[in-house]
């Protein structure tokens, strides 16, 4: 595996280590609904590695003898500061960028650990399950909005605003902070909206994140 290091989308890197990326689970209430889950009442959090990111815009790769792989398309957070039971204002003011990822799960796998109540890191963890995008400076963000798009194969897939968030960001990042203390350089994946599906190799993926970034890539 490649070494991954966070870019900026100019390309210049980030020189911050990206250390852990904590995920939250059914952060859109549609997209909860579309797998059958329950919204929780707090925030179900959940971590993957610093092996599972990888550059979005090399091929994609389907991991091998697993079935359902789902593509999950999602707000990526890049922390600069450290936060431990951050305030919100100091949560908002370590938020260095915004890019896209994708949450790669294997999910008849995770179905299965569900089922037996086991915690979801083999469904969501493995090499190359969090695939990253550059990241666009925060203060490049003015709206209090925030919309992304994933098209597969020239067909709109998912539409994500971080209004319709049951947890906005910046709370869930002091949420987070109170759990797991937020080092520079980690991630935050901030819950996909509904539209998740299957991955299959030679589809095309195209993400967008308001008019400041576009990537594009391959599953092979
Ligand atoms: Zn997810």
């Not at 959090?45 to 991991?63: G, N």
């Not at 890191?121 to 909005?145: H, I, M, Q, Y």
């Not at 919309?147 to 897939?157: M, S």
Request: proline share 9%.
């Amino acid at each position: 595996m490649p070494e991954y290091q966070h870019h900026w989308k100019d390309g210049t890197p980030v020189h911050l280590p990206l250390g852990k990326v904590v995920c939250i689970g059914r952060n859109y209430a549609e997209h909860a609904r579309e797998l059958n889950n329950p919204v929780p009442d707090e925030p179900l959090l959940f971590i993957k590695p610093s092996t599972s990111a990888v550059h979005i815009t090399r091929p994609v790769k389907c991991p091998q003898n697993q079935r359902t792989v789902h593509f999950e398309t999602e707000l990526a957070v890049l922390i600069g500061r450290p936060l431990t039971n951050a305030s919100a204002s100091e949560a908002e003011a370590a938020i260095l960028g915004y890019g896209l990822a994708l949450d790669l799960t294997l999910r008849d796998l995770q179905s299965k650990l569900k089922e037996k109540g086991q915690p979801w890191e083999r469904a969501k963890g493995f090499d190359g399950a969090c695939p990253l995008s550059p990241f666009v400076p925060a203060e490049t963000f003015t709206g209090n909005r925030i919309h992304f798009t994933l098209d597969i194969d020239g067909q709109r897939q998912q539409t994500g605003d971080t209004g319709d968030m049951l947890n906005p960001i910046v709370p869930l990042i002091a949420h987070i902070s109170s759990q797991f203390t937020l080092q520079p350089g980690d991630v935050v994946l901030t819950g996909t909206p509904k539209g998740v599906g299957p991955l299959n190799p030679g589809q095309t993926l195209s993400l967008e994140l308001e008019d400041l970034l576009f990537v594009e890539t391959k599953v092979v």
